[in-house]
């Protein structure tokens, strides 16, 4: 099923994708919103915003956008030679920002530092990811590691994927982490059942699951927080 695509001139104005990074800071706007904002305009059919919405769907989300070669994303209808360069370097000031200073590394002290380190690249997907992330003996992050594409269920799920980055690096402990394309972070009872699979298989493995978050356009969600699939 088609994911809506909401207009910008149906939001209120203190709503729209520029008025909020302007009041809210860049890292409140979803990843949509954030392709909005940098290609400016959309066509005569859609807006600036139904454009970026279609283009993550289509492409496989942000990183699509930072892989698909300058001159097919020129060929994207709506976006052209303009917008194709202002994503391009957009997301080329994000990933040299990102390494600007390689020794610092981000430290995950609570579901709210998850969400700040990957919600700019997940809460906007159009279908759910799932991801690991990576953590030292000081909790500082590693490095995160995409696994799956879809909705999760045990089956798909295979619980030596989740580890297995994390017994090749010698990782002390991993968070996981997906998102709910719906917006609604809240938990279904097959995200409490992978969970729950994920953290026994961490005891027998000596690597400590320290959460699993939800990611929605709406907030996000700590499972742990909330004690649903991590009991003793």
């Given at each position: 099923?088609?994911?809506?695509a909401?207009r910008?001139?149906?939001?209120?104005?203190s709503?729209?994708?520029?008025?909020r990074l302007?009041r809210q800071g860049a890292?409140s706007?979803?990843?949509?919103?954030?392709?909005?904002?940098?290609?400016?305009?959309g066509?005569?059919?859609?807006?600036a915003?139904?454009?970026a919405?279609?283009?993550?769907t289509d492409?496989?989300?942000?990183?699509g956008?930072r892989?698909?070669?300058f001159?097919?994303?020129?060929?994207r209808?709506?976006?052209g030679?303009?917008?194709?360069?202002?994503?391009?370097?957009?997301?080329?000031l994000?990933?040299?920002?990102?390494?600007?200073?390689?020794?610092?590394r981000h430290?995950?002290?609570?579901?709210?530092?998850?969400?700040?380190l990957?919600?700019y690249?997940?809460?906007?997907l159009e279908?759910?990811?799932?991801?690991?992330?990576?953590?030292?003996?000081?909790?500082?992050v590693?490095?995160?590691?995409?696994?799956?594409?879809?909705?999760?269920?045990?089956s798909?799920v295979r619980?030596?994927e989740?580890f297995?980055?994390?017994?090749?690096?010698?990782?002390?402990?991993?968070?996981v982490?997906?998102?709910h394309p719906?917006?609604?972070?809240?938990p279904?009872?097959?995200d409490?059942?992978?969970?729950?699979?994920i953290?026994e298989?961490?005891?027998?493995?000596?690597?400590?699951?320290?959460d699993?978050?939800?990611?929605?356009r709406s907030?996000h969600?700590?499972l742990k927080?909330?004690?649903?699939?991590f009991?003793?």
């Amino acid at each position: 099923m088609a994911s809506t695509a909401y207009r910008i001139r149906e939001m209120a104005r203190s709503e729209r994708p520029r008025e909020r990074l302007i009041r809210q800071g860049a890292e409140s706007l979803s990843a949509a919103e954030l392709v909005a904002v940098l290609i400016g305009t959309g066509t005569r059919e859609t807006d600036a915003l139904q454009l970026a919405q279609v283009l993550l769907t289509d492409v496989g989300g942000v990183g699509g956008i930072r892989t698909m070669p300058f001159e097919a994303l020129c060929l994207r209808r709506g976006v052209g030679e303009a917008k194709a360069a202002r994503l391009k370097a957009g997301l080329e000031l994000g990933i040299r920002s990102a390494g600007m200073s390689p020794e610092v590394r981000h430290v995950i002290q609570g579901p709210e530092d998850v969400a700040d380190l990957l919600r700019y690249e997940m809460a906007g997907l159009e279908q759910e990811e799932f991801r690991v992330v990576l953590l030292d003996t000081r909790n500082q992050v590693l490095r995160t590691q995409p696994l799956y594409h879809g909705s999760l269920n045990t089956s798909l799920v295979r619980v030596g994927e989740v580890f297995r980055d994390a017994v090749r690096t010698n990782a002390a402990a991993i968070i996981v982490v997906h998102n709910h394309p719906s917006g609604d972070p809240s938990p279904s009872p097959e995200d409490v059942s992978v969970t729950r699979a994920i953290v026994e298989a961490g005891r027998l493995l000596d690597i400590e699951v320290l959460d699993h978050v939800i990611l929605g356009r709406s907030g996000h969600v700590s499972l742990k927080s909330r004690g649903l699939g991590f009991g003793a």
